[in-house]
């Protein structure tokens, strides 16, 4: 936790804060801070700035000054086919750690069906995976995002506004065009699920603007795709 992310909530007046919970724990285990320490903290949403430790108990409490603005966010659109529940938390950190404030988890024809089912699609964890991206980045801008069950509609009715005055790639195993490097433009990124998208939804998004692009020989996971890519393209 390189920051402290706080929420409206945690303030009992105008600077200071009252914490408990997980982030009352860090400080404690892994800050181990004491009384009159000095910590990194931003407003979600916010500034940053530092809170210095004014009670470490049952609770901890800190008197904020926040001043400076969070990083630059990356312009990035990611569209995602919805990964395995467990990767699902990998890739929402990540992504937010990276600086991406747009992700949409789409279905495709190789997403099962439970893992739309499954509970950490829920506003609370993806919350809770967002805040801990943050919490590593230094970043206090949670990004949005959306969840849309139908393919088509989304890529054919959605999808094109959605990326209108982007540069839109997928990358795809099988593409003749190379990924491009180091772009100075905003970008829209379509990555498939384990597998791949099949033939007719990579047809859906080319015809929606999206060209397909290939990182390489290698077949890489959702998780390991989207850091090579942004850090190819950023």
């Given at each position: 936790m390189n920051l402290i992310?706080?929420?409206?909530?945690?303030?009992v007046d105008a600077h200071r804060v009252r914490l408990s919970g997980r982030r009352l724990e860090h400080v404690r285990s892994v800050h181990r801070a004491a009384v009159g320490d000095s910590l990194v903290v931003g407003l979600v949403n916010g500034s940053i700035g530092r809170g210095v430790v004014t009670s470490l108990s049952d609770t901890l409490e800190l008197s904020v000054s926040l001043s400076d603005d969070p990083p630059a966010p990356l312009p990035l659109t990611l569209v995602l086919a919805l990964?395995?529940?467990k990767v699902l938390h990998r890739v929402i950190a990540g992504a937010t750690s990276l600086g991406v404030k747009r992700i949409c988890l789409l279905n495709a024809w190789r997403v099962e069906k439970s893992y739309w089912k499954s509970p950490r699609l829920s506003a609370a964890n993806l919350l809770l995976q967002s805040t801990l991206g943050l919490e590593q980045a230094r970043d206090t801008v949670l990004p949005?995002?959306?969840l849309h069950r139908l393919f088509r509609p989304f890529v054919e009715d959605e999808?094109?506004?959605?990326?209108?005055?982007?540069?839109?790639?997928?990358?795809?195993?099988?593409?003749?065009s190379e990924c491009p490097r180091a772009v100075d433009r905003p970008v829209t990124l379509v990555?498939?699920?384990?597998?791949?998208f099949i033939d007719m939804e990579i047809a859906s998004l080319t015809r929606a603007g999206f060209t397909p692009v290939t990182?390489?020989?290698r077949i890489l996971r959702v998780e390991t795709a989207v850091g090579a890519v942004v850090g190819r393209l950023f």
């Amino acid at each position: 936790m390189n920051l402290i992310l706080l929420f409206p909530d945690d303030f009992v007046d105008a600077h200071r804060v009252r914490l408990s919970g997980r982030r009352l724990e860090h400080v404690r285990s892994v800050h181990r801070a004491a009384v009159g320490d000095s910590l990194v903290v931003g407003l979600v949403n916010g500034s940053i700035g530092r809170g210095v430790v004014t009670s470490l108990s049952d609770t901890l409490e800190l008197s904020v000054s926040l001043s400076d603005d969070p990083p630059a966010p990356l312009p990035l659109t990611l569209v995602l086919a919805l990964p395995r529940p467990k990767v699902l938390h990998r890739v929402i950190a990540g992504a937010t750690s990276l600086g991406v404030k747009r992700i949409c988890l789409l279905n495709a024809w190789r997403v099962e069906k439970s893992y739309w089912k499954s509970p950490r699609l829920s506003a609370a964890n993806l919350l809770l995976q967002s805040t801990l991206g943050l919490e590593q980045a230094r970043d206090t801008v949670l990004p949005t995002i959306t969840l849309h069950r139908l393919f088509r509609p989304f890529v054919e009715d959605e999808l094109p506004a959605l990326a209108s005055g982007s540069l839109a790639l997928v990358p795809h195993p099988t593409a003749a065009s190379e990924c491009p490097r180091a772009v100075d433009r905003p970008v829209t990124l379509v990555i498939g699920p384990e597998g791949g998208f099949i033939d007719m939804e990579i047809a859906s998004l080319t015809r929606a603007g999206f060209t397909p692009v290939t990182l390489g020989a290698r077949i890489l996971r959702v998780e390991t795709a989207v850091g090579a890519v942004v850090g190819r393209l950023f």
